[in-house]
């Protein structure tokens, strides 16, 4: 990064209780990103929300969160990392508040909006602050090893905690048990990190714009792609808000080519072993989003769990998971990153695949269990290989950047792969419909489509991914290669 920064004392005295106080907010954050899943037939019952607007419950967070998080990172540069952390679990704090009290469908879709912006100010600076306050590198990798493996668990137990309390309770629970974390965060933080910033540089407004046109276009895409599915393709409505998003991203990336100081440094896409671990994110984000949005909704409405039934259902997927996570480390400098990526994408699109054969008389041993365990190894195999393609040479001064370009591309994906792989199978069923099929087949039609399309990105993607890189990474050992995971 540009400038110069402030020196901090080494080492500082507070720095594993100030861990305690940053990783708080990482652990809601990665909570807030999955806890919302099980909980959204409830909330369309409870609201009566139609399913692109059950979509946006989910694309409000991670559009703004994605759009947004290299913004925030550059600002907590420029104006105090501390300053701008605060201010985004402040803002977390609140907008967690009013989606718990959220009475219709416009306030929880926006406080879901400002959530996600409450990430983009939080999760890059926090980061940040952790690497400057650790300068020991073997303290650092153990910080950064508890950091990950908080977001793990936030993003693990977030599943099973919202099955809980939307069972026991109801769903505005799984919004408030965010506040009160986020409080003690900032609290704590202000308390025991100092304030470190760097040497303002030129370029601030093209930042801004660029962040505005980003998420600007982001947003009318998504929204002309879900109208989509009520209105014909050819409506004013659906045109014009597909067109404006396109032409806005286009500008962004012009934008972007010719600053000197872009939101999104094209340079990190020059080495193809980073590119593999980019664009393995892409495919695995894609066709993951819409599994979870899809089994969650079976589970409920087809199968008829409740929702701590489904919170539950989902355990084998946490611990599946760690068999593929523990095989990568150790295959790691034997095989090499670029084989373990490709495999492990393959093995989660082979898995998404088998869910397309889901049907109203699936049961969880047979019918869920069998892609629900390959989805997750094959994750586990992918997740280590994918941080570490993706981080390949990047300075300790831009890991904090080069971890908010992945967790970007992570979130636009997701967005943007709900949005399209809902968009085809919901007007497969609406087609199937109108000519006369029922309509609990049309949903089962429209669903199938929808798991054969994801698997078929993450099996494509997997000899993509191999084809991308030009060399492979093999650490010396598996526990040098230790990566905070962000799935």
Known sequence: MAGDTEALPAPNPLRWKALIGLALVQFIIFLDA??????????????????????????????????????????????????????????????????????????LIGSRFAQGIGEALAAPTALSMVALLFTDERERTKA????????????????????????????????YIGVPPCVISLVMTLKLVPE????????GRTTWLGAVLLTGGMIAVVHGLLNGITHPWSSASVLVSLAGGIVALGVFTLLQLR????????????????????????????????????????????????PLESGLAWLPYTVLFAPGLVLSTRLMPVLGSRLLLSVGLFVIG?????????????????????????????????????QLSALDDVSPQNAGLGSGVLTSLQQISQSLGLSVIMTIGLSHAHALRVSGTGAAKAAEEGRSLSFVIAGAVLVVGAVVCYLIANRTIKPAAADEATVPLAA
Do not use: C
């Open 34 to 107: 999955t806890n919302v899943n099980v909980a959204l037939p409830s909330i369309q019952r409870d609201l009566d929300l139609s399913q692109s607007q059950l979509t946006w419950v989910v694309n409000a967070y991670l559009i703004a969160a994605g759009g947004l998080l290299l913004l925030g990172g550059r600002l907590g540069d420029l104006v105090g990392r501390r300053r701008v952390f605060t201010a985004g679990a402040a803002l977390l704090a609140v907008s967690s508040l009013t989606a718990a009290l959220s009475t219709s469908s416009a306030m």
């Open 144 to 175: 950064l090893g508890i950091w990950g493996g908080l977001a793990g668990l936030g993003a693990a137990s977030g599943v099973l905690l919202s099955g809980v309390l939307t069972d026991l309770a109801s769903w505005h629970w799984i919004f």
């Open 196 to 203: 470190t910033k760097e040497t303002a540089t030129a370029g």
């Open 259 to 306: 600053s000197a100081n872009p939101l999104i440094p094209l340079g990190f896409f020059t080495s193809r072993t980073r590119l593999n671990g980019y664009a393995g994110q892409v495919f695995m984000a894609v066709s993951t989003s819409v599994m979870f949005f899809l089994v969650v909704l079976f589970m409920q409405q087809t199968s008829h769990y409740s």
């Open 350 to 386: 082979v898995g998404i695949l088998l869910f397309s054969l889901l049907g109203g008389d699936s049961g969880f041993v047979t019918g869920l269990l069998p892609g629900m365990a390959l989805a997750a190894f094959g994750s586990g195999l992918a997740a280590p290989a994918l």
